[in-house]
């Protein structure tokens, strides 16, 4: 999915020039060098499974792409940004488009970051192999990608110790419609929340029928969710197969090609074991969330069933009959954001889906310090499953009048941005940079042009376009929520894999 970002001279001066210089760059309530509730000594590793090199259509190599991801823990970054100490990124996986040859390139190493090989399969719709050592072919017989390939590839990936997560399954003309239900991950958010994901509309899914076939009854129940934006619309496809009892991770990725950093937003997954191993094996167990930034809001959740205590991600048995459980959910990092609960029961057949109610419960509290928790008691099933989503505030508390009208009408215009629509999205982009030809020629990128509430240009991509670290406010325009077709107060700050329960 490339994102061109080379536009005229003559774009750039419109919208985010009128941003005031804005103070605080952290998320209100933290503690500055504090790692928050998910730490590295409980096991909980964050990075990116989306990345593109010069393999594929992206503009760094891979020796810059580790040189960036490491750079959030670098001195001269921890001076201006002192949030990020301890929270920098820990693994990178590498996804160039139908092709494993960037694995062999000397420069993708690191003595910090675990590094992980993978691949994107696909077109027309996209999925990440991660841990792949050898080629997944997606179409081998040349005649469109069908149902068997896609099932093919899923074995083929998993022959060689990799899982498959489906891509941005809601992007046009790259949407993953076919039906799979032996996956391990569902990517429910590619770059910004609200960014390039416009509602994917009826229209568009009687036009890939017409092109594909018939879509998955999971799809399709997501597509019929109108006026909610197409991140939010991968949601309501996760709780579809939740729905169905397939019970997958929720991961994250930027989908990094060029300009923007890798970990927005950043995958946490609690591993046992701080290398690619672990990683992926926490992936496979569903203990993960995924939040906007290495440093933003960070969401737990366990739930007591009698006398055992579970995590995210787990299946718990219960009995047949049902059961009382307690769910305690702890959110970091995100004072005065809105924690939501969101519970759903099984159905025994895909016809059912059709008309089933995926919410049946959303729960909510108000988050009010830094390190809240809260806890539940419900009434739960076997088929039921629940998971957490943190709603941040669109515009944070200590931003001027001036500043935060500026966000909000920034918020509408990510909003309107398709993934068609590179120009629209460069000149977002482009008016957050002090100095333009520096964005033009990462190799000018100086510390003198690191201003307050602007983007800060990497020293660590001296490689064609530079690559920029966002101000927090603008991040959370990125990722605004849709509701109802219109920009609300929020933005999302984190999501967490959902808990299933099973029959004992």
């Known amino acids: 999915m490339k994102k061109n970002l080379l536009v005229p001279r003559c774009l750039l001066g419109s919208l985010l020039s009128l941003l005031p210089l804005a103070c605080g760059e952290s998320a209100?309530?933290?503690?500055p060098g504090v790692e928050g509730i998910a730490t590295r000594a409980?096991?909980?590793?964050?990075?990116?499974?989306?990345?593109?090199?010069?393999?594929?259509?992206?503009?760094?190599?891979?020796?810059?792409?580790?040189?960036?991801?490491?750079?959030?823990?670098?001195?001269?970054?921890?001076?201006?940004?002192?949030?990020?100490?301890?929270?920098?990124?820990?693994?990178?996986?590498?996804t160039d488009h139908r092709t494993v040859a960037g694995h062999a390139d000397p420069g993708w190493r690191s003595e910090r970051l675990i590094l992980l090989n993978g691949?994107?399969?696909?077109?027309?719709?996209?999925?990440?192999?991660?841990?792949?050592?050898?080629?997944?072919?997606?179409?081998?017989?040349?005649?469109?990608?069908?149902?068997?390939?896609?099932?093919?590839?899923?074995?083929?990936?998993?022959?060689?110790?990799?899982?498959?997560?489906?891509?941005?399954?809601?992007?046009?003309?790259?949407?993953?419609?076919?039906?799979?239900?032996?996956?391990?991950?569902?990517?429910?958010?590619?770059s910004g929340f609200g960014l390039m994901s416009p509602t994917y509309t009826l229209a568009d899914l009687a036009e890939r029928e017409a092109r594909t076939g018939p879509a998955s009854?999971?799809?399709?129940k997501a597509a019929a969710r109108q006026d909610i934006g197409g991140s939010y619309q991968a949601l309501v496809f996760y709780e579809a197969l939740l729905a169905r009892g397939v019970h997958v991770a929720l991961v994250g990725g930027s989908d990094r090609h060029t300009v923007l950093p890798p970990g927005f937003p950043a995958t946490w997954a609690r591993a046992q074991s701080a290398d690619a191993a672990g990683v992926l094996d926490a992936i496979r167990a569903r203990r993960t969330f995924v939040s906007r930034g290495p440093a933003a809001a960070q969401v737990l959740l366990e739930v007591q069933a009698g006398s055992e205590t579970y995590e995210m991600g787990q299946e718990i048995p219960i009995a047949a009959g049902g059961e009382k459980v307690k769910v305690r959910v702890r959110v970091g990092r995100a004072v005065g954001a809105r924690l939501r609960l969101i519970v759903g029961s099984a159905v025994s057949t895909d016809e059912q889906l059709e008309a089933a109610e995926l919410e049946k419960q959303v729960l909510e509290r108000s988050v009010d310090r830094a390190d809240f928790a809260t806890e539940w008691e419900l009434q739960v099933r076997p088929g039921d499953w629940l998971y957490p989503q943190v709603w941040e505030p669109l515009i944070a508390s200590d931003l001027p009048a001036e500043t935060a009208a500026a966000v909000r009408e920034l918020a509408v215009q990510v909003a309107k941005a398709s993934p068609e629509d590179f120009v629209g999205l460069a000149q977002l982009l482009v008016n957050t940079i002090p100095n333009t030809d520096v964005l033009l020629n990462a190799s000018l990128c100086s510390f003198d042009d690191w201003l307050p509430g602007k983007a800060h240009c990497l020293m660590a991509d001296d490689n064609g376009l530079a690559t920029y670290f966002l101000p927090d406010f603008v991040d959370r325009a990125f990722?605004?929520?849709?509701?109802?077709?219109?920009?609300?107060?929020?933005?999302?700050?984190?999501?967490?894999?959902?808990?299933?329960?099973?029959?004992?």
């Open 217 to 220: 009854v999971f799809f399709k």
């Open 28 to 31: 209100a309530g933290d503690d």
């Open 42 to 94: 409980m096991g909980w590793l964050r990075g990116d499974l989306h990345l593109h090199t010069t393999y594929s259509d992206g503009d760094d190599p891979p020796a810059v792409l580790a040189a960036i991801g490491e750079f959030f823990e670098d001195a001269l970054f921890l001076r201006v940004h002192p949030e990020y100490a301890g929270n920098g990124l820990d693994f990178l996986a590498m």
């Open 119 to 190: 691949m994107e399969w696909g077109g027309p719709s996209h999925a990440n192999c991660i841990g792949v050592q050898m080629l997944v072919p997606h179409d081998p017989d040349g005649d469109g990608v069908t149902q068997d390939d896609v099932r093919r590839s899923v074995a083929e990936t998993h022959s060689q110790g990799g899982i498959f997560s489906l891509n941005h399954p809601f992007h046009p003309d790259m949407e993953f419609s076919f039906d799979v239900r032996d996956h391990d991950a569902v990517e429910i958010w590619n």
């Open 479 to 504: 990722n605004v929520i849709i509701e109802n077709g219109q920009v609300g107060d929020w933005c999302m700050g984190a999501v967490g894999s959902a808990v299933r329960f099973i029959s004992r």
